[in-house]
Nanobody
């Protein structure tokens, strides 16, 4: 059974760092674009970053650009989201998801599309608080 699992969430003070991991069972991630999404209480799920299959392409939404960084370890079949300079507004449940087309896709407003992702993890909670 295809399964994505996120890990690495937790409680961190403002300005701190966390590294989230996304692993998969029953398939390899290197043929998929991977998106990271987050959902804060009372808010819609938003796409915050994406990594494509080729050329190391990455995309970040404005609120995390310069603070978050995605990377792949194809040997370990893991995708990471390094989060630095965390802020209270980063508090949310974070999800990874796979897009079988292999490239990041966007809505007309430039936001990361959610509809084309075929597998989602269960989420990992990130709380940024003093």
């Amino acid at each position: 059974q295809v399964q994505l699992v996120e890990s690495g969430g937790g409680l961190v003070q403002p300005g701190g760092s966390l590294r989230l991991s996304c692993t998969a069972s029953e398939f390899t991630l290197d043929h998929h674009a991977i998106g990271w999404f987050r959902e804060a209480p009372g808010k819609e799920r938003e796409g915050i970053s994406c990594i494509g299959v080729s050329d190391g392409y990455t995309w970040y939404t404005g609120s995390v650009k310069g603070r978050f960084s995605m990377s792949r370890d194809n040997y370990k079949n893991i995708v990471y989201l390094q989060m630095n300079g965390l802020k209270p507004e980063d508090t949310a449940t974070y999800y990874c998801a796979t897009d079988p087309r292999g490239y990041c896709r966007f809505e007309w407003d430039g936001s990361l599309t959610k509809d084309e992702y075929d597998h989602w993890g269960q989420g990992t909670h990130v709380i940024v608080s003093a």
